[in-house]
């Protein structure tokens, strides 16, 4: 596959990136990544995707945008309330790039569904809301060893990780289980600061176009966190842990399985 | 004793147990943290037998989820 002229001028910035180049825009123009959320944190990761040129971008979400969704969820506008947010999503992401392809998956991740789902792709942006689905797509990840960022935002806070399954330290390392259920904060008390999921989510986009180009260093074994009251950036080193249900020496969770949903039921939870 | 708590030098009474740091250190909900010792994840059933040292690095690591709730 060799660019055309108009795609030598509509990533021209990328192209006169010596790391990046010709061979590197062709690469992520060939590169599949999955977005398992089109919320917060897949608006942003979903619109710089589409922009780079990231050749086949997948989708994942059963809901529809909701107006509380608007404060964060970038992607989707104000005429999109009421619309799947896959088709909402897909929509801007052609309007951006019509180069790229988008699979929209019109579902909730589950034990039974997933690994179907993710195969087909190079990297997976974890953009979910709920613990089920992220120690889901952990464990998922692990065992299609397909490489992944994991990411999460709490009012003025956020934090993400890269892991590649079986060499560096995954979601299970750190938290072993879900949470309890008392121990979660129901949805009156917790917010969030809509731009912090756009900060987290571009950098999480930013280690997918790494991974796919093979570009510095990965945040492998560092959870980088963010307080943006502080304005402060700081990556915690965090081995990969022995005792690791999923990916430690003597492994408990031998098979894909759904963790119970923790707190309020998501029926009620605009997230 | 001096700890390193999320990158904080920290002067604490010497003899405290994780858990009773958690408390000291008005960690609202304990059971939404992982602690990190040491660049070892500590199990949470050790959190109470575990008395920490003068120098120790602790990190607390905190759930989050991803929309406007960490549900
Ligand atoms: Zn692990």
């Given amino acids: 596959m060799s660019l055309t002229e108009k795609q030598i001028e509509r990533y021209s910035r990328h192209i006169i990136l010596e790391q ?12 599949k990544v999955l977005i398992i959320g089109a919320g917060g944190l897949g608006a942003p990761a979903g619109l710089y995707l589409a922009a780079a040129g990231v050749g086949t971008i997948g989708i994942v979400d059963c809901d529809k945008v909701d107006l509380t969704n608007l404060q964060r969820q970038i992607i989707h506008h104000t005429s999109d309330v009421g619309v799947e947010k896959i088709k909402s999503a897909e929509n801007k992401m052609r309007a951006i790039n019509p180069d790229i392809t988008v699979q929209t998956y019109q579902t909730r991740v589950d034990a039974k569904n997933i690994s179907d789902i993710i195969r087909k792709y190079d990297f997976v942006i974890d953009g979910t809301d709920n613990f089920p689905a992220k120690f889901l797509i952990n464990d998922a990840c692990y065992f299609e060893k397909i490489p992944f960022s994991h990411a999460g935002i709490l009012r003025f806070h956020g934090q993400l990780i890269t892991v590649l399954p079986g060499e560096t330290t995954c979601y299970r390392c750190i938290f072993s289980a879900p949470p309890p259920a008392n121990a979660v904060p129901s949805c009156s008390q917790a917010g969030v600061l ?16 790494k991974y796919l180009l093979g570009l510095g260093k ?34 408990k969770i031998t098979e894909l399985k759904d963790e119970e949903q923790v707190v309020c039921d998501l029926k009620n939870c605009k997230c | ?61 905190y759930f989050m989820g991803g929309g406007s709730v960490s549900n």
């Fill in chain 1, 20 to 31: 990046v180049g010709g061979k590197g825009q062709e690469k992520l123009l060939r590169s």
């Fill in chain 1, 194 to 209: 809509g731009v912090l999921a756009g900060v987290i989510g571009s950098l999480q986009a930013t280690e997918a176009i």
């Fill in chain 1, 218 to 251: 990965l945040l492998t074994g560092t959870l980088l966190t963010y307080d943006a009251l502080e304005m402060n950036f700081r990556a915690v080193k965090l081995n990969r842990n022995p005792n690791c249900p999923l990916c430690g020496g003597k492994p």
């Fill in chain 2, 1 to 61: 004793m001096n700890l390193v708590i999320n990158g904080k030098e920290t002067n604490i009474t010497a003899g405290l147990t994780v858990n009773q740091l958690l408390a000291q250190e008005n960690v609202q909900m304990p059971d939404m943290v992982s602690v990190e010792l040491n660049g070892q994840i500590l199990k949470r059933t050790k959190f109470d037998q575990t008395i920490l040292k003068d120098d120790d690095k602790v990190e607390f690591l």
